[in-house]
Each structure stands twice: as C-alpha cells, then as structure tokens.
C-alpha cells in the first residue's frame, strides 16, 4: 500500500502560480499511475490530470487543460502539480491519487488518496 501527503496549499492572489507536492511513502511507487483531483463545496469531485508510472504519458480533464502541468520525480517518489495564472474558481481542495490503471483514472475512483491540501483563491 501507498501512502501520500500532499503539501504546497494556501492562499494566492489570482494570477499567482502554485506548484503543489505529492509525497509517497510505500513501496513500487513507479509502477503505479498518479493523478490529481480537486473538490470544492457543493461540487462534484472534478479530475485535474493523471500521469503514467513512468512519467511518459499525461492526460488532463477539461479544468486542468492548458493551466496545470502534472510531473513526478520516481527518485524523489514526489508528483507535482504546478497550477498557473490562478482564478478565483480554482478554489478548493486539492487531492492526489493513485492507481495501476492510468487508463481508468479520469472515469473510475482511484484505489488510494490523499488527504487533500487546501487551495484559496483571492482577488
């Protein structure tokens, strides 16, 4: 089993940038798919992003497309989101997750999580 913490949340100004970590602890990190997800009250979980276990292959959902930049470092057993020119809806909490499927992660729930590290928005 997986265990990840993600850190790198707080409050932003919009415009600002924020490159968020997701730490691993466990073994054959590599093997598996990660991804980012993010919730915000009264809203559906939304997916951000999911990247292969070898780093090769990303894929984005509609909200994470052109402004999110997922990448992993398997050494370090760290996946990073980097989030760009911020707006006051990307308010949330944002969760990491894994899974062997890469395939799968934007449809089906990822097999483990985070516990989520809260982004705030603020004009």
């Known amino acids: 089993q997986v265990q990840l913490v993600e850190s790198g949340g707080g409050l932003v100004h919009a415009g600002d940038s924020l490159k968020l970590s997701c730490t691993a602890s466990g073994r054959a990190f590599s093997s598996y798919a990660m991804a980012w997800f993010r919730q915000s009250p009264g809203n559906k979980r939304e997916f951000l992003a999911a990247?292969?276990?070898?780093?090769?292959?990303?894929d984005y959902g509609d909200s994470g497309k052109g402004r999110f930049t997922i990448s992993r470092d398997n050494t370090k057993q760290i996946v990073f989101l980097q989030m760009d020119n911020l707006k006051l809806e990307d308010t949330a909490v944002y969760y990491c997750?894994?899974?062997?499927?890469?395939?799968?992660?934007?449809?089906?729930?990822?097999?483990?999580w985070g516990q989520g590290t809260q982004v705030t928005v603020s004009s």
């Open positions: 990247i292969t276990g070898s780093g090769d292959k990303e």
């Open positions: 997750a894994g899974d062997p499927m890469f395939e799968l992660m934007s449809t089906m729930p990822p097999a483990f």
